[in-house]
């Protein structure tokens, strides 16, 4: 168990619709990333934010957007969904944004299926 | 942008063999991951390098932080069965970098 949340585990929607899927990060980690994984592809970024803030943008589409809450959880938006985005989707946390403080913990992910 | 090539894409291993995998890259890197996953679950962290030249176990596996910063290696001895998933590099030069991952798959 790597300490970092992501709840739901499965989520299964309809093209068009909007989700919002949630993390919270390792006790004590400023960082939290996002990434998406496709079946049988690598891990994509799509943004980071550092204590609130937004740190780092990836491969993120402009239906998506997240956010980092003062309590340090985090939540990705994806809206108007299409059957590509169903993937993985996984939430990592740091304690930091450089040095040691880089080395991510992956949380279960979730799985979006879009029908 | 800073890219890593993670080799081989993909082994079969029989049980009992030693296996070897690494990441290079064009760029410098401060830090390397090294993560395992399994399917439908998330990257599990196995190893993290953070010095030049480091040499790091964990059980039966072994990871090398390359003296240039540009690669790393990572060696699983006696392999068993519950060895098999996909493997990631990933290093930290001014944002962490991905390789596309090595596929572990058992002989038959």
């Known amino acids: 168990d790597s300490g970092v949340t992501q709840t739901p585990k499965h989520l299964i929607t309809a093209t068009g619709q909007r989700v919002t899927l949630r993390c919270s990060p390792r006790?004590?980690?400023?960082?939290v990333y996002w990434y998406q994984q496709s079946l049988d592809q690598g891990l994509q970024f799509l943004i980071q934010?550092?204590?609130?803030?937004?740190?780092a943008k990836g491969n993120i589409l402009e239906r998506f957007s997240a956010q980092q809450f003062p309590d340090l959880h985090s939540e990705l938006n994806l809206s108007s969904l299409e059957l590509g985005d169903s993937a993985l989707y996984f939430c990592?946390?740091?304690?930091?944004?450089?040095?040691?403080?880089?080395?991510?913990?992956f949380g279960p992910g979730t799985r979006l299926t879009v029908l | 942008g800073q890219q890593l090539n993670q080799s081989p894409q993909s082994m079969f291993i029989q049980e009992g063999e030693d296996v070897s995998m690494n990441c290079t890259s064009s760029?410098?890197?401060?830090?390397w991951l090294w993560y395992k996953q399994d399917p439908g679950e998330g990257p599990v962290l196995l190893i993290a390098l953070y010095k030049a030249g480091e040499l790091t176990s964990n059980g039966r596996l072994t990871a090398q932080f390359g003296i240039t910063r540009k690669d790393s290696f990572l060696n699983i001895s006696a392999s068993i069965p519950s060895d098999v998933g996909i493997y990631f590099c990933a290093g930290n030069g001014n944002k962490l970098v991905f390789g596309a991952g090595t596929i572990l798959r058992v002989k038959s």
């Open positions: 006790s004590g980690d400023l960082s």
């Open positions: 934010y550092y204590n609130g803030e937004e740190r």
């Open positions: 990592a946390s740091s304690v930091a944004a450089g040095g040691r403080g880089y080395t991510q913990y």
């Open positions: 760029s410098i890197f401060n830090t």
